[in-house]
């Protein structure tokens, strides 16, 4: 079993419509969970991070931590052409500098 | 202030021969992490490094592979007799030492390594 479990798609929705991704794990020693976001042939771009359960919002972007079912979401509002990429659920166990484990992705296509 | 640069951004290799790619981290950065990511899949793991030390190489393959992080100049990670199994894109990350658990990873634009 992996320890981090991130269902691939693809994932095609319409321009406007509420997108969400989600990733489960195993380890519950990880403390500190991001969600990063990859266009094609790019590195990944950090879009959230969070600590711990709970919600965290930036602009369209809502990332939510449910520690007791080991379950991380990410919520896109509003989703745009422009959002079509591949996001990775990444987490890790210290606050202090530490290695990344990462989901698979899941590919999203938003189209007009 | 420029992000992570990576070079090159292709490698060709032939089977045998030697593969060296270099990171530098960001700014004021001190720590790097190099990650490999195979078609379809993940970014795995590989090392952990500061400067001139190894601090984490636990996702690094025993044989052929090997990184450095010296005190002056970039990041290296180099592979020996490269092999068509290498063949995938290999980022480097790095971080600042911040210890209020904002310390988080930032990711250059990768270097597509094709072993022919």
């Known amino acids: 079993q992996k320890e981090v479990e991130q269902d691939p798609g693809p994932l095609s929705v319409p321009e406007g419509a509420i997108v969400s991704l989600n990733c489960t794990y195993s380890?519950?020693?990880?403390?500190?969970f991001m969600w990063y976001r990859q266009y094609s042939r790019k590195g990944p771009e950090l879009l959230m991070y969070?600590?711990?359960?709970g919600n965290k919002e930036d602009g369209r972007f809502t990332a939510q931590v449910d520690k007791s079912s080991k379950y991380i979401s990410l919520f896109i509002r509003d989703s745009q052409p422009s959002d079509s990429a591949t996001y990775l659920c990444a987490m890790k166990k210290s606050y202090n500098t530490d290695k990344l484990i990462f989901g698979t992705g899941t590919r999203l296509q938003v189209f007009p | 202030n420029a992000g992570v640069m990576q070079n090159p951004r292709h490698l060709v290799r032939r089977r045998g021969q030697e593969a060296r790619l270099r990171c530098s981290p960001m700014k004021g950065h001190s720590h790097v992490y190099w990650y490999r990511q195979l078609p379809e899949e993940g970014l795995k793991f590989m090392v952990y490094?500061?400067?001139?030390?190894?601090?984490?190489e636990s996702g690094m393959p025993k044989e052929r592979f090997s990184a450095e992080f010296p005190k002056e100049g970039p990041s290296i990670l180099r592979i020996q007799q490269v092999v068509r199994g290498d063949s995938a894109a290999y980022f480097c990350a790095s971080s600042p030492q911040t210890g209020d658990g904002t310390d988080t990873q930032y990711f250059g634009p990768g270097t597509r390594l094709t072993v022919l």
């Open positions: 969070t600590y711990s359960s």
């Open positions: 380890n519950s020693a990880f403390q500190y």
């Open positions: 490094l500061q400067k001139e030390n190894i601090i984490d």
